[in-house]
């Protein structure tokens, strides 16, 4: 599947995939400054922002839409940077072919199962009365039981068209079947990746705990990590200064 691409800059090769709900605007500011200095190319995952719709999400699928959307950019090889769900399968990509990969960022994931978390999120989502005159007022008023924090919501409704036949950009009931295998890592065939690997952390967050490190570095042999200050889950957001500053020093 050939992926949306919002390509800026020139130079060496470096790729954005963002995280589950997301799209590719929401690396605006970190492609902007990046773009100085490389050709920075932000994807779309499929079943997100304006990239096509797929009944299935596998990490195997995800991971091989992105390598063919760089093949046919001629982007490859290219660092490639992840974020929470973009970061796993920025992970799966860089294991299914080091060779198109020569640096991997993986931002606030780790290679593990995570608890369920959004499924009542998207069930909401999916519930969301989608009628003429809707409002993003009254889409707000209607999930503010499930997702109590204004500023998520506000990420989330990013996703939604209003209008006369309001609708949602992002695939919804792909996303609901797909979400426990999302939640897990399946075991991914083949040798470890020797290539540079940064696992990055938010200060505020759990998201990648000590007792992950064993694992991401069976993985991952020269991987190395780094905690970014001020920032949560969200970290590319929350200090997108800190978080280019990290990434610049860590492709030299």
Known sequence: ????????????????????????????????????????????????????????????????DVLETLRERQALPCALVGHSLGGKVAMRAALAAPTAIDRLVVADIAPVRYPP???????????????????????????????PEPEVRAFLLQNLRLGLAPSWRINLPALRAALPDLEGWPPPEGPPYQGPALFVSGARSNYIRPEYRPLIQALFPVARFVTLKDAGHWLHAENAEGFVGLLEAFLG
Not at 4 to 21: I, N, P, Q, S, Y
Not at 36 to 50: E, K, P
Not at 126 to 147: E, I
Request: zero cysteines; charged letters at 20%.
């Open 1 to 64: 599947m050939i992926l949306h691409a919002d390509e800026r800059g020139a130079g060496r090769a470096l790729v954005l995939l963002h995280g589950l709900f997301g799209h590719a605007a929401n690396f605006g500011t970190v492609q902007k400054w990046l773009a100085r200095r490389y050709r920075v190319i932000a994807l779309d995952l499929r079943n997100h922002g304006s990239s096509p719709h797929a009944p299935t999400m596998s990490f195997a699928d995800m991971a091989e």
């Open 117 to 147: 978390r959004f499924r009542r999120t998207v069930d909401a989502m999916a519930a969301l009365p989608l009628h003429p005159g809707l409002t993003r007022a009254a889409a707000d008023a209607a999930l503010v039981d499930v997702v």
